[in-house]
């Protein structure tokens, strides 16, 4: 398998970085294709918990070139803090980690706007971490973003700085009250990170389309959640960029002909970050205790996560656009000691029972959940290393969400470490 895609099929925090990481083992190349410092993929490692926002999970693996994408916005700052960690860990990316020229930054004027707009907009909140994804893609579409190859270009850099934050000022100042940005300050800073960032950067779609004419394993690695795509999700409480397949093609330069595998992650059970529409939520103690045992809480901010029983409706139409081959299915764990388990199987609206995503975002509020409920099985699996260790009532709920959602499940995971990772 040359090209293979991951991407996330509920609405992020599926646990991507696991499955990244335990099949980084066999890549030779990780690539990010899409979003920004908003994403944090968690990755366990003997015991030691990494947390990544920008970087590909498979850095952990130190064999692995990995790549930054074009189809990501950028942040300097938040780069290097990474690097900092990674080193503290002893983990050396040299030689081994390149950024596309094509990537667009953020600066420090991005992140005024996120928050500046976040705070004003009441009870509109998206729900965004503040760290300036949106009005980078923003000027990104608008045509007036600054690209990296920009950055390294001191003419370039301060002739579109300039400009771009003049128009910035006026935004924050006279719509939001808020203070102006210095210029001199934004453009030395960014000056000094240029410098830095000078021999990670290169025209990453010669090295990706090299690597796979030459037949090397290449992992397309998705950030945020088929349900929070731009144009696919429950817009608009999304994120401002393609997590599904078609932003791995967009995102890397590679062409649609070279992926050979879309392998979607899912969750046993559904959780949402943010504001937005999420049928199956349980906002009651069945919710409290899914968030407690999954310890689900953003790994970017901290938030806590919304919680509700696995969606079928929602994982067709994922598998549907992003035309899923197979599913990883993590978390199964925290289901131990359910002694019942709901699948939502449709949706009852006004207008009757809906077996279909809808677009519309009033009628999608207002669905209402049909279930079916099944028996748990209420023993610890986190010790099962194969399909048939796993209790038959697990496996029984495991072939119940491969029939529903019409994909089969190719990795189920039992816990937060590589090794709990079954391959079915």
Known sequence: MSVQLIVGAQWGDEGKGQIVDRLSENAEVVVRYQGGANAGHTVYVNGEKFILHLLP?????????????????????????????????????????????????????????????????????????????????????????????????????????????????????????????????VFEESKKFADRLKPFAADTAIILNDAWKSEKNILLEGAQGALLDIDFGTYPFVTSSNPTCGGAVTGTGLPASAIEDVLGVMKAYCTRVGGGPFPSEEENETGERLREAGQEYGATTGRPRRCGWFDVVSARYSARINGLNAIALTKLDVLDSFEKIKICTSYTTADGELTEFPANLRVLQDCKPNYIEVDGWQTEISTCRSFGDLPEKAQKYVGMLEELSGVPVRYISVGVEREQTIQK
Do not use: W
Not at 66 to 95: H, M, Q, R, Y
Not at 128 to 147: C, E, H, L, Q, S
């Open 57 to 185: 999970s498979g850095i952990l693996h130190r064999e692995v070139l990995c790549v930054i994408g074009n189809g990501l916005v950028f942040d300097p700052a938040a780069f290097f803090e990474e690097l900092g960690f990674l080193k503290e860990n002893n983990i050396s990316v040299d030689g081994r980690l390149k950024i596309s020229d094509r990537v667009h930054i953020i600066f420090p004027y991005h992140k005024k706007l996120d928050q500046a707009r976040e705070s004003k907009a009441g009870g509109n909140k998206i729900g965004t971490t503040g760290r300036g994804i949106g009005p980078a893609y923003v000027d990104k579409f608008n045509r007036n973003g600054i690209r990296l190859a920009e950055m390294l270009d001191d003419y370039s850099l301060k002739q579109r700085l300039e400009q771009n934050l003049d128009l910035a000022n006026r935004i924050l100042v006279d719509d939001y009250h808020e203070p102006p940005l210095s210029f001199v300050s």
